[in-house]
């Protein structure tokens, strides 16, 4: 049985049905004639001017909207009638993260020095959308440069807060994409994940997120952290939205949701780790709670689907902070003076069209250590640049050496260890897809205080469909969906 064939959609009960339409509910609504897109488009229009900014802790999740939307909506909404389709996202709209450049609209990465840059083209990934008859909506505020994984602030639109308690942070870095899509914003955003950015805002506002292999999604037109982790991936509410929505980032090219519909769950195998439950360093009984769900869920996944269970004990904590490096982060300054010096764009009259880093950090969110250490770094190719790639790369082999010795095809493991705080809102073992450039999936399995928790499905680099296929598969065995509140909700 395979879950992206067989699942069925539960009635929405939100407060508004516009926190709950997926991609597909909304292309069943055009089909049948219910809506149009430019009804589609107005309303979430509506929701942003409403909501976004509303309240003593507004959600920031918008930056810019694209002021030709509602024109795309329009034209699209023309070819319908006259019986022409661009693909399978015709009329529909989607948020873009505020470093993906999509023509029109400001490509800040966050930095209010970049307020006015405009770069004259789409991202391929924004291009291929547009060419399946998506439109692009708005984009979404981030972590200035996408440095901090555990709160979306930036110097141009401030902070993200999180849907589910509006004290608390929203994680990061693509807070905006995911807040944007929990608050009934945009039915799917796109986001950028170098360290747990796309899956860690995912859970802690009850979303799927996947963060596809390295290299196998364009990072062309994209403002980069480091290029040798930074990875394009989509934010939505089900497992089934963001397999076709990654599929047509892509021009098709990979097919993944079409091989994982074909994939059945019974002929994996699946380890399921525990320790990040270890880096919890929050509410005791809090972390209890999710330990046990996420057990529960698991058991569920072995009982409905009768995948394989192994364990890997080779695959510990150790293993994943010293065999699983990073990319030291030395890259960051120079790959994005390279992407404001190639890429074509234009500026407001009286600023720089060329700025460099160091012009853009005079007035940042970043704090003053990360910027004087990106500053100080060596320009690329440079020694320490290259061992990093050169571990980097290794680790990669030993955990793909690793699952192909054993016969595992994906690991699982809770998303985050704790639920969001005020202060932070992080991921337990993301670097064990990030720092090898395996796809991971994460997918909502419940609450914890009235928090949405979840779980990340990694398989070993280029098997993107068995992380797409065992997550489907997760999120079937879920008892209820996890259902963003009504906007500017606080916990009591």
Request: aromatic residues 6%; negative net charge; glycine residues 8%.
């Amino acid at each position: 049985m395979n879950p992206l064939l067989s699942r069925q959609k539960s009635t929405p009960v939100e407060i508004s049905p516009w926190q709950s339409y997926t991609v597909a509910d909304l292309r069943r609504l055009m089909d049948e004639r219910e809506l149009t897109s430019e009804q589609i488009t107005r309303a979430y229009l509506d929701r942003i001017q409403r909501y976004d900014s509303a309240g003593p802790r507004p959600l920031n999740a918008i930056v810019d909207i694209d002021p030709a939307a509602i024109d795309h909506a329009r034209a699209r909404d023309h070819e319908r009638r006259s019986g022409r389709l661009r693909g399978p996202l015709h009329g529909i709209p989607f948020v873009v993260k505020t470093n993906i450049c999509a023509a029109g609209v400001p490509t800040t990465a966050g930095n209010h020095g970049l307020a006015g840059y405009r770069p004259s083209i789409d991202a391929p990934v924004v291009r291929e959308l547009r060419a399946a008859g998506g439109i692009v909506l708005a984009t979404a505020n981030m972590s200035e440069f996408a440095w901090h994984g555990t709160f979306t602030t930036s110097s141009i639109r401030g902070t993200t807060a999180n849907i589910f308690d509006t004290a608390c942070s929203a994680g990061g870095s693509s807070g905006g994409s995911s807040v944007a899509v929990a608050a009934g914003f945009a039915p799917i955003a796109l986001g950028t994940d170098s360290c747990g950015s796309v899956v860690g805002p995912a859970v802690h506002a009850g979303l799927v997120g996947f963060r596809p292999s390295s290299a196998a999604v364009s990072r062309d037109g994209v403002v980069p952290l480091s290029p040798a982790q930074d990875v394009v991936g989509p934010i939505g509410r089900t497992v089934r939205d963001i397999a076709e929505f990654a599929d047509l980032m892509t021009g098709g090219r990979h097919s993944w949701f079409t091989t994982a519909q074909a994939t059945d769950p019974a002929n994996l195998t699946f380890t399921y780790l525990t320790w990040p439950f270890d880096t919890a360093d929050g509410c005791a009984e809090d972390s209890a709670q999710l330990r046990a769900l996420a057990d529960a869920t698991v058991a569920a996944l072995v009982r409905d689907f009768r995948i394989h269970r192994t364990e890997l004990p080779e695959l510990d904590a150790d293993f994943a902070r010293d065999i699983l490096t990073d990319s030291g982060w030395t890259d960051a300054r120079t790959s994005i003076d390279l992407f404001l010096a190639r890429t074509p764009a234009r500026h407001e009259p009286g600023v720089d069209t060329r700025p460099t880093f160091a012009d853009l950090v005079s007035t940042t969110a970043l704090d003053r250590a990360t910027v004087e250490r990106w500053l100080a770094a060596d320009p690329l190719p440079n020694a320490a640049h290259d061992a990093a790639s050169a571990r980097q790369r290794a680790g990669s082999r030993a955990l793909t050496d690793l699952l192909t010795r054993r016969g595992i095809d994906v690991l699982v493991y809770p998303t985050a260890a704790d639920i969001a705080r005020p202060d932070r809102a992080g991921t337990a073992a993301a670097g064990i897809s990030s720092n090898t450039g395996a796809p991971s999936v994460q997918v909502p399995i419940g609450t914890v205080n009235g928090m949405p928790v979840g779980l990340t499905v990694t398989a070993a680099p280029g098997r993107d469909s068995r992380a797409l296929a065992v997550a489907a598969a997760v999120e079937a065995v879920v008892a209820e969906p996890v259902r963003a509140p009504g906007i500017g909700h606080t916990r009591s």
